[in-house]
């Protein structure tokens, strides 16, 4: 699934703060030429996405 989003950061650099702080990963929009977006692999343990969506969340609240 590809997510949009309007916040003042690139998708690489959200995506690396998301690895490292959150401990989530995503895929980048800036590799599919998309700029501000973010690709979300949803074939994973429902339970263990939801978390991740979680710390995903928490990060982006601080960004706002």
Known sequence: MYCK???PIKSME???RLR???SVL???GDQFGLG???R???G???GEMIKGLDRT???IRTLK
């Open 5 to 7: 989003y309007n916040l």
């Open 14 to 16: 959200l995506i690396e």
């Open 20 to 22: 490292m702080e959150q």
């Open 26 to 28: 995503f895929i980048p």
């Open 36 to 38: 501000r977006g973010i």
């Open 40 to 42: 979300i692999g949803y």
């Open 44 to 46: 994973y343990d429902v």
């Open 57 to 59: 969340e928490a990060l």
